[in-house]
């Protein structure tokens, strides 16, 4: 038996990093969405765990998030059984648009499939936490809201939920990454780059009282350090609001960006590709992600 399943980028719409926890992760307020672009996970049981990918650069050893949810997997639910993955990767790695943790999300769902679906929604959700914190908003593949760390996750419904599912996602991202650890530890030492976790709360609650696209609280302080570090990505983005007209931020940590494309037809579009190509270079990676 042979099960594959989809395993989509996300975009922040918003993040707002609040400040350092004692444990030594950050909490956030987040409005994050998956995308329609992605990877496809295929999986079937084995004698041992082994992974294989078409992108370079990829790891295929225990550091691998799709290894760690097979063990974590096979611990929890008390089962003897093994898997073979083949991740066929399109999403960029170091981009901020969630592709290791939704690789781990997709290999939860793909073992306990295999296996009989031995674990309820819940446990895959707490399995999914002790994995990585972006791991659990990928499980139920809908936009959230997500707190804490990123363990907490509350799904989108009615207005809201139709509001960001209407949205058309063009990705962009430099031949640069952005390395996550560094992108926290920037904050860490830039205190005043944090967002008051009040501020988040209102930002999030004025929105969801009356979701429009027009209206998206589209914040991302982790900008702040990337965009000194990095200054082409700030001209970029701030050249695509100038230019078409249409929102653009920075996605999670970084480097990947997004422009949401409703407003702009298909010849605008390429455009835009062009644009953006002619800014960060013609090795930039981009995708149309609706």
Excluded at 2 to 8: G, H, I
Excluded at 19 to 27: A, E, I, L, Q, T
């Amino acid at each position: 038996m042979k099960v594959a399943k989809f395993s989509p980028a996300k975009v922040n719409l918003m993040l707002a990093i609040t400040g350092v926890r004692p444990d030594g992760f950050h909490n956030l307020v987040s409005l994050v969405a998956p995308v329609k672009f992605g990877d496809e996970l295929l999986a079937e049981t084995a004698e041992t765990d082994s992974i294989s990918c078409d992108m370079e650069g990829v790891p295929l050893d225990g550091s691998n998030l799709v290894m760690k949810a097979a063990e974590l997997f096979r611990q929890e639910a008390k089962v003897d059984a093994h898997f073979k993955f083949r991740l066929e990767k399109r999403v960029p790695h170091g981009a901020g648009l969630g592709g290791g943790s939704s690789n781990g999300a997709a290999a939860l769902n793909a073992a306990n499939e295999l296996c009989g679906n031995p674990l309820s929604a819940p446990a895959l959700e707490a399995l999914a936490a002790k994995l990585g914190s972006d791991c659990p908003l990928f499980l139920s593949g809908t936009p959230v809201v997500m707190r804490g760390r990123g363990e907490l996750v509350c799904p989108l419904f009615g207005e809201a939920l139709e509001c960001v599912s209407r949205l058309k996602i063009f990705l962009f991202k430099p031949d640069f990454s952005i390395n996550t650890g560094w992108a926290y530890s920037q904050m860490r030492a830039n205190p005043s780059d944090y967002i008051d976790p009040d501020e988040a709360e209102s930002l999030i609650s004025v929105w969801l009282e009356n979701p429009g696209v027009a209206d998206l609280p589209l914040v991302n302080n982790m900008q702040i350090e990337a965009f000194k570090k990095y200054p082409a990505l700030e001209l970029a983005v701030g050249g695509v609001r100038e230019k078409f007209g249409i929102p653009a931020m920075m996605s999670g940590s970084g480097s990947a960006c997004f422009a949401i494309v409703n407003a702009l037809s298909d010849s605008d579009i390429g455009a835009l590709e062009s644009y953006v190509k002619s800014m960060l270079g013609e090795s930039c990676f981009t995708a149309r992600a609706f």
